[in-house]
């Protein structure tokens, strides 16, 4: 049932996911590459945390308010000076294996 919840909600892809986190650790001390990926992530959980709000009671409360405030740890980190680059490695990799196993 999961992956057809996964499939109605339309979540970015494993792939995008796994992408970004890619660029995060490719960028090393690159600033405009750093930026770049940063901005990038920002989109994807933008993306993410607007999908799943838009759709309210068409998922299941607990998975909803768990991708809501994953998102907003997400979208929150962003906003430090420094964001913790390992932080959004592991979440984007966690979300690539968990829409994989959907």
Known sequence: MTGDIVEEIRLPSGEAFA???EALLAAGPD???RRRA???????WG??????AALGTEMPEDLRDGLLKLAAVVLGDLEE???DIALHVTVNRAMRD?????
């Open 38 to 44: 940063l901005a990038d992530q920002q989109a994807l």
């Open 81 to 83: 000076i420094e964001p």
């Open 98 to 102: 968990g829409l994989a196993d959907g």
């Open 31 to 33: 600033p405009l590459a």
């Open 19 to 21: 992408r970004t986190a």
């Open 47 to 52: 993306q993410v945390r607007g999908d799943v």
